[in-house]
């Protein structure tokens, strides 16, 4: 299936890019996770239906309704523009109206990541590559007093992995590499194209 079948298939319209650049330097631009990508990913890696994935930077939404769908897990959407939190909130209203699902299934919060209060129950955490270095420090610090807190293995998937966020985590946290997937075809092109998972125990 191409992009807009998925959608289709899911319900939801996340397409598109966003075009000229966020009013925050810390921030990039909205660009959807190809659902190539994620199939690729989700077919090495699995989640348990007790699981709660956070997407930092959700944009539109098209991570944890994937997520949803395929796993049946706990989801969040953190996305701090407003327009894309809208956006994600109108497609989960279509989602559900396709799909069976329970309304605290899938939540959005529309605030900054650094500022996401982490629960308890959040324990996957994905980012494609969505603000620099120094706010990527916050949120992992973030979620590592989180699981001072209440302990939990914690796993970070990294799409489009920015080396600046590799070398902080092997160099600077006890984040440990768990796998590192090649996506078919364009990693030839673009080393860049690939997912890293890193695990916390």
């Known amino acids: 299936m191409n992009e807009i079948q998925f959608d289709q298939l899911?319900?939801?319209?996340?397409?598109?890019?966003?075009?000229?650049?966020p009013t925050l330097t810390h921030y990039h631009r909205y660009e959807p996770t190809p659902y190539a990508a994620l199939d690729?990913?989700?077919?090495?890696?699995?989640?348990e239906s007790t699981d709660c994935?956070?997407?930092?930077?959700?944009?539109?939404?098209?991570v944890p309704f994937y997520v949803h769908h395929?796993?049946?897990?706990?989801?969040?959407?953190?996305?701090?523009?407003?327009?894309?939190?809208?956006?994600?909130?109108?497609?989960k209203v279509?989602?559900?109206?396709?799909?069976?699902?329970?309304?605290?299934?899938?939540?959005?919060?529309c605030v900054l990541a650094q500022d996401y209060l982490i629960q308890p129950k959040d324990n996957v955490f994905f980012?494609?590559?969505p603000f620099s270095v120094?706010?990527?420090?916050?949120?992992?610090?973030?979620?590592?007093?989180?699981?001072?807190?209440?302990?939990?293995?914690?796993s970070l998937i990294l799409y489009y992995p920015s080396i600046d966020y590799v070398?902080?985590?092997?160099y600077e946290t006890n984040f440990e590499l768990e796998n590192e997937i090649f996506l078919k075809e364009v990693s030839i092109r673009n080393i860049n194209e690939r997912i890293l998972v890193f695990n916390y125990m």
């Open 127 to 129: 980012f494609f590559n």
């Open 70 to 91: 395929r796993f049946h897990t706990n989801v969040v959407g953190v996305e701090m523009n407003s327009t894309f939190y809208e956006n994600a909130l109108t497609n």
């Open 134 to 154: 120094q706010i990527f420090r916050k949120v992992v610090n973030n979620i590592l007093r989180s699981v001072e807190l209440e302990p939990r293995q914690i």
């Open 167 to 170: 070398q902080f985590l092997q």
């Open 53 to 62: 994935v956070v997407d930092m930077g959700c944009g539109k939404g098209r």
């Open 10 to 21: 899911l319900h939801i319209e996340t397409g598109g890019n966003q075009y000229g650049y």
């Open 94 to 109: 279509q989602y559900m109206k396709k799909h069976s699902v329970k309304n605290s299934a899938i939540d959005f919060e």
């Open 40 to 47: 690729q990913l989700f077919e090495k890696y699995s989640l």
